[in-house]
């Protein structure tokens, strides 16, 4: 397939604003960071990378658990920024999802599934494996009642090509949990990866600053290096994970190589 045929769309769904040192260890203060979700139109499916928050979050934060109160919430009232509502207003109809890639499933990035009914689920093994963990659940990250939900789902080990054309690569880049994957997406404008929560901001990618909080550091280092070896071998533009810059001018300037 040629990758002309490709596209990769980025749509926000709300933000949240949580300690600065969540992303940057030792950084004071606040960041109000937005979460994206990501729409690819393949010839053979249409394809999202993760799904955002679980629209309960705009009345209440109970399902977070002991994580409760760590967040605060910007989604609009009238569930405008839930994913099935913003895939709709961007034209795609979320019952014809074909695939749904979790990066992993942090509750800002499974929350949203529920409303993807029909898709095969791609996730990694060994990230799967953590919902059984009743002491990460307890911790609130993870909501087994966000994404397990009965949907065909596809266990993967290490990197995966989902149309077997290398257009859409799940590449494993574990550390900031023992099964988050990236994904390499090439299309008609450039070569891109979805970076996830393996780098949250262009900064920790430039000055290799961990967060305070992650499942392994030495490996969530290696899996950095490993994205700036795609951006460096691949060309490929780097799409950070919650990175507010970045999201804001591929807002106004639209999705463009070099972001
Ligand atoms: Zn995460």
Redesign the pocket.
């Known amino acids: 397939m040629s990758p002309s045929r490709v596209r990769l769309h980025v749509l926000g769904a709300g933000h949240m604003t949580g300690a600065m040192s969540g992303f940057l260890r030792g950084e004071a203060g606040d960041i109000t960071f937005p979460v994206p979700i990501y729409v690819i139109e393949h010839p053979q499916g249409l394809v999202l990378i993760d799904t955002g928050l679980h629209p309960e979050l705009i009345e209440t934060t109970q399902r977070l658990r002991r994580l409760a109160d760590s967040f605060q919430f910007h989604l609009a009232a009238d569930g405008s920024q839930a994913c099935a509502a913003v895939l709709r207003s961007a034209g795609f109809d979320p019952a014809l999802v074909t695939h749904v890639i979790l990066?992993?499933l942090?509750f800002?990035?499974g929350g949203g599934l529920l409303q993807i009914p029909n898709a095969t689920l791609l996730v990694q093994g060994r990230e799967w494996q953590v919902l059984s963990d009743s002491a990460q659940v307890e911790l609130g990250?993870y909501n087994p009642d966000d994404v397990d939900l009965g949907h065909q789902r596809m266990e993967l080990d290490g990197d995966h090509d989902v149309f077997g054309d290398g257009t859409v690569t799940c590449l494993l880049t574990d550390g900031?949990?023992p099964g988050?994957q990236s994904v390499r997406v090439r299309t008609e404008t450039g070569v891109y990866v979805v970076c996830?929560?393996c780098c949250y901001l262009r900064r920790s990618l430039e000055n290799e600053h961990l967060p305070a909080f992650c499942y392994n550091s030495e490996r969530q280092l290696e899996s950095i290096r490993r994205l700036v070896r795609e951006k460096d071998k691949e060309g490929a533009t780097l799409l950070f994970?919650h990175d507010p810059e970045q999201f804001r001018r591929i807002a106004e300037d639209g999705l463009n190589s070099g972001v």
């Open positions: 990066t992993h942090h800002d990035h990250a900031h949990t988050h996830g929560d994970g």
